[in-house]
């Protein structure tokens, strides 16, 4: 059993920041690509920024020189600071995980998991 929960959403102003935090927790074996997506009503959901778990980053070109991406391997724990936010800003975020499980005592899986989203309303 593997988990993803998310914290730090809510709502600022615009020029105001945030930092969303996505802890992993189960029997987690190797954890690859972590990033954050986002989604409106109505449309797909968009990669805002993910890391590698070399330390390499991509950001979406909307975002990028305001959000910064970063993880702590020993924690499990992906990060998303997010500055100089706007009202374009607003949506559901998802944190996103490429990782391996155990499912038996010897034998891992690799898939993708998701959270459970955390709103983030940018308005004054």
């Known amino acids: 059993q593997v988990q993803l929960v998310e914290s730090g959403g809510g709502l600022v102003q615009p020029g105001g920041s945030l930092r969303l935090s996505c802890a992993a927790s189960?029997?987690?074996?190797?954890?690859?690509?972590m990033g954050w997506y986002r989604q409106i009503p109505r449309k797909q959901r968009d990669l805002v920024a993910a890391?590698?778990?070399?330390?390499?980053?991509n950001y979406a070109d909307s975002v990028k020189g305001r959000f910064t991406i970063s993880r702590d391997n020993a924690k499990n724990t992906v990060y998303l600071q997010m500055n100089i936010l706007k009202p374009e800003d607003t949506a559901i975020y998802y944190c996103?995980?490429?990782?391996?499980?155990?499912?038996?005592?010897?034998?891992?899986?690799?898939?993708?998991?998701w959270g459970q989203g955390t709103q983030v309303t940018v308005s004054s």
């Open positions: 996103n995980a490429d990782l391996t499980y155990l499912t038996s005592p010897t034998t891992y899986r690799r898939s993708d998991y």
């Open positions: 890391i590698t778990s070399a330390g390499n980053t």
């Open positions: 189960g029997s987690i074996g190797d954890i690859y690509t």
